[in-house]
């Protein structure tokens, strides 16, 4: 006896849920570290803009001088994830870092905030930035598993810790669903740290107990 081979229809199979991984963070300290282990002018001052802006390796390459508005504090992310622009602020202390590197560099003829070391016409590889963060790390003693978006992910969650709103934090961010920005409160320590336990609430008198046994 054969079985007709009928392909089944797409509302009758069942969907893997993708289990989605808390990403590896680290604490304000160890990106003080990263950043300060980072030798070069240029790798320093992306990796910087990166971590203060939350920034995704594609954005950050592709940056313009045109892109910062120093009058408004902010900076305009042309290349993001769906095609959607947006603002994020410019720290004062990102400003003058951006500052220092525009003087100590010779940007006449760059189109590129970060060119290629080699071809100042093409931005900066992104991919060449997942080595520069682990060769930082290894330099500053990082034993972490550290990765090209490491930055952002701390980014997002420093920014929880310190209470800002997770829904500005999702346009800062350029996500277009909150769940996926919701990620970042599994695993911010402050959140977990504040929470009260059901202990607190009860009396014990700890002092008239009889030691067991």
């Given at each position: ?183 970042y409160t599994r695993v911010t320590v402050s959140t977990i740290r504040d929470v009260e ?9 700890l002092t008239k107990r009889k030691p067991p046994g």
């Open positions: 006896m054969e079985t007709v081979k009928t392909g089944w229809p797409e509302n009758f199979l069942a969907r893997v849920k993708e289990r989605r991984k808390l990403p590896v963070l680290l604490s304000q300290i160890e990106v003080a570290d990263l950043l300060n282990a980072t030798l070069e002018k240029k790798e320093r001052t992306l990796l910087t803009t990166m971590y203060s802006a939350g920034l995704r390796p594609i954005e950050v390459v592709h940056l313009r001088h045109e892109n910062i508005d120093s009058g408004r504090n902010l900076l305009h992310i042309e290349i993001a994830k769906g095609g959607k622009n947006r603002f994020v602020p410019l720290s004062e202390l990102l400003l003058q870092i951006l500052r220092y590197y525009w003087i100590t560099t010779d940007h006449n003829k760059w189109h590129w905030l970060f060119p290629d070391d080699q071809d100042h016409s093409k931005p900066y590889p992104k991919q060449k930035i997942n080595d520069v963060i682990k060769l930082s790390a290894k330099r500053a003693q990082i034993e972490k598993p550290v990765t090209a978006r490491i930055l952002r992910h701390c980014f997002a969650t420093h920014l929880l810790e310190q209470g800002a709103d997770i829904r500005v934090i999702q346009v800062l961010l350029g996500h277009a669903k909150l769940e996926t920005t919701a990620l336990s059901p202990l607190e609430r009860i009396r014990l008198n």
